[in-house]
């Protein structure tokens, strides 16, 4: 082989020191002896040289042979130590029963008479079982190969070759029939999976149709055992076999530190709840953030409905920024890390901090869904500074770790919870609505505790790190690694990130009404006092308009800064009834106030005149004691989806900044933070009244009391005298002279 050419020597010249060489198509070329043997790139050829058999494949070992040959090998073996040794176990300090013999004695015998003596021995063995031994045919030269093989390679080297035979390659396959394979191997990975009965069919249609009927085929155990040997055994869904013949863009990605890929999904929690309002089990959605290097779940919300974009972007806030202890967790679930003291960071976090890893992201991996592929995400990602990177197409590996975080926690928490409804519809109990007892705050607390007094805890089994494999490792004690190995950059983003990660619109500000948001007016009179009628001074794309903060998942207010201070106010809506506080509403249910007007024919001057109609959204209408069974269970489920938003929404929001607080309740009376229906019930009650009541007052000026009995009569009589005038004769300058 020379440059990777197959030559054949045709002829030797020693005399001369050369060779003639020609190769397969007639080309014929002369070269000296010592060109070869200085050339990097020739070596002699794999099927004509027998130290070149095993080229191409890992060097055989005993481990190769199976029990009944490794058996026969060592049998083989025993004699030439003894034609070596005189002794069959080598060790003449361990000779066994009348050894060593008189015709292997290494004082009396030389080799080669030993060699002659074993070739008679093993010549007068019966011929079966000389052959059943391996030991058939055996000459002088057959030892002395075998005996060079041993010094080479030890005990496989007294092994068959025919019994560590190269495997691969069917010798019965043409190119014909090869070509067939790989032509229906093509056809049907775009094609619904079939069986290998199928494939059989077609790979004969395919040679008879394009090299003829006498073109051979092999039979179907042969083309069977072929496909199994190139493709594998087929036992995977159609979609993912297509999805691993994909090519490779960027290759296999290491990662070797906390933060660099975070892993996010989101799937229906296995586990029903109940929800505050209305008290109706319910089923939820879980989202979780693992740090694929450490295995922690850093960050995890729980959501009524589906997560949107803005429950996505606070998961990533929620990443960045230490979790908090709760009251009733103890000193073990603190911040345990070694290299950087909780103290350090508690002072900087402003509370004391859990024992849950926080950093800033690098990658984000998701998968395709419309939550992770908006404008509002890219923004998002800018504030961060992280990538949202979503997995290739077809590759559910590229988020492996975080499908299997999901089925990890229902085997270790979820199934030993009561309402636990299994993992399809098939497995679920016979009731699992009526055995849900936990409420959603009681869920989502345990699930916190769980991860950090439990799952930061574990160990790890198949996630050991490439470092130490079969080490003792938990997802707490890889990041406690990480500060020896990377170092930790402890960054805490301030509260206000909470509002630069929500939508933002760029308005002008109304003299009189405020800002327009999404159809919807909100003002403050207060906060935009100075800047009524203002241009701003932002140029570029959005040149003389003002940025306005919304959080979708509660449109009671929006959020406005103020360019002198930077600190970032509430804008309420202006529809606010004064007297108690409006019901939570989201985007939704503001887009189905909007066509409820405009289906009924309203025109509204103000968002007053909005406020009846939202509120028969909401269900004012229905008595209170009725509402529950008057209610469809969509309503139910959209009413309790509202409330949790609203919830999610003001825990989020920093404590910092006041939310608009409504007139205190009179006594004896609920507050409106109350969330069973009977709160939210009287919620409504009270917003009408109060739009009711603040209505009367702008049209009608108060009732003035009636006058007395003879008012009137007393009012009009001559014989009155004006009280002045005699004042004014009493005390006058004329009656003192």
């Known amino acids: ?80 130590l003894e034609v070596a040794t005189g002794f069959r176990s080598g060790d003449p300090f361990h000779p066994g029963p009348g050894e060593p013999r008189a015709e ?11 060699r002659h003596a074993k070739v008679a021995e093993l010549a007068a063995l019966d011929p079966q079982h000389a052959k059943l031994l391996g030991l058939g045919s055996v000459g002088y030269r057959t030892l ?47 094609m619904a999976k ?27 155990d042969t083309l069977r055992r072929l496909w199994q040997e190139w493709f594998g055994s087929g036992g995977a869904r159609q979609r993912y076999a297509r999805s691993a013949d994909l090519p ?46 450490t295995h922690s ?4 919300r729980l959501t009524l409905v589906s997560d949107t974009s803005v429950d996505v972007a606070m998961v990533l806030r929620d990443v960045t920024m230490p979790l908090p202890m709760r009251a009733d967790w103890g000193e073990d679930l603190e911040w345990p890390y070694p290299g950087l003291p909780a103290a350090v960071v508690a002072e900087f976090a402003g509370h004391a901090v859990a024992g849950l890893p926080f950093f800033t992201p690098e990658t984000v991996t998701t998968d395709h869904g419309s939550v992770y592929r908006n404008h509002h995400l890219v923004e998002v990602e800018r504030v961060l500074g992280c990538q949202v990177l979503p997995a290739r197409v077809l590759r559910p590996t590229d988020k492996a770790a975080v499908e299997r975080a999901f089925g990890v926690i229902r085997q270790l928490l979820f199934e030993h919870l009561v309402g636990y409804t299994g993992v399809d519809i098939a497995d679920r109990g016979a009731d699992p609505a009526a055995d849900a007892v936990l409420t959603a705050d009681q869920l989502e607390h345990l699930i916190a505790t769980w991860i950090v007094g439990f799952w930061q805890k574990r160990k790890l089994d198949e996630y050991a790190p490439a470092w130490d494999p079969d080490g003792s490792h938990s997802p707490n004690s890889l990041f406690a ?35 327009k948001i999404r159809g919807l007016w909100y003002d403050d009179t207060d906060v935009l006092r100075d800047y009524r009628g203002e241009l701003s001074t932002r140029g570029g794309k959005h040149k003389g308009k003002w940025l306005i903060r919304r959080d979708p998942r509660d449109r009671r207010q929006v959020f406005f800064q103020d360019p002198i201070s930077h600190a970032w106010h509430p804008l309420p809506w202006t ?26 024919g309203l025109k509204p001057k103000s968002d007053a005149e909005l406020l009846p109609v939202l509120l028969e959204l909401i269900g004012s209408n229905i008595p209170v004691s009725k509402w529950p069974t008057q209610l469809k269970k969509s309503q139910r489920t959209e009413h309790a989806r509202e409330t949790h938003q609203a919830r999610a929404a003001q825990a989020d929001r920093p404590p910092s900044t006041p939310a608009p607080a409504p007139p205190p309740a009179p006594a004896g009376e609920e507050t409106a933070t109350v969330l069973r229906w009977p709160g939210r019930a009287r919620q409504t009650q009270e917003a009408v009244a109060g739009e009711r009541r603040q209505r009367r007052e702008a049209v009608r000026p108060a009732p003035v009391p009636p006058p007395e009995l003879g008012h009137s009569f007393r009012a009009r009589s001559v014989f009155v005298l004006p009280e002045d005038d005699l004042e004014e004769d009493r005390g006058g300058p004329d009656d003192a002279g």
């Open 1 to 80: 082989m020379l440059d990777g050419t197959e030559w054949t020597v045709e002829r030797r010249e020693p005399h001369l020191g050369r060779v003639q060489l020609v190769k397969d198509d007639g080309t014929r070329e002369r070269v000296t002896f010592r060109f070869l043997v200085n050339h990097p790139q020739c070596r002699p050829s794999s099927r004509t040289s027998a130290a070149g058999g095993d080229r191409g494949r890992q060097r055989k070992a005993s481990e190769d042979l199976k029990a009944g040959r490794l058996e026969l090998t060592e049998l083989r073996m025993a004699h030439l």
């Open 104 to 114: 292997y004695d290494p004082r009396r015998t030389t080799l080669t008479e030993r």
């Open 144 to 190: 002395i190969r075998w005996e060079n093989a041993r010094r080479r390679f030890g005990l496989v080297g007294c092994a068959d070759d025919r019994w560590l035979r190269r495997s691969g390659g069917t010798r019965t396959v043409s190119e014909e029939v090869r070509e067939a394979v790989w032509a229906v191997r093509e056809e049907t990975k775009r």
């Open 194 to 220: 079939v069986s290998m009965r199928t494939k059989d069919r077609m790979i004969r249609q395919y040679v008879r149709e394009e090299f003829g009927p006498e073109a051979k085929v092999p039979s179907y």
């Open 248 to 293: 490779e863009s960027e290759g296999q990605v290491l990662v070797h530190r906390p933060g660099q890929v975070v892993a996010l999904d989101t799937t229906v929690l296995p586990v029903m709840v109940r929800e505050h309002v209305f008290d109706d089990p319910v089923k939820m959605h879980l989202t979780l953030a693992l740090d694929v290097c």
């Open 297 to 300: 779940l850093v960050a995890f």
């Open 481 to 515: 690694a990480s500060f020896a190995q990377t170092g930790f950059a402890m960054d805490i983003p301030s509260p206000e990130l909470f509002y630069e990660l929500l939508p933002a619109h760029y308005v002008r500000i109304d003299k009189r009404r405020g800002v």
């Open 575 to 600: 529809g606010m009834p004064r007297a108690g506080q409006m019901p939570a509403f989201g985007d939704a249910r503001a887009s189905a106030l909007l066509a409820e007007a405009a289906a009924a």
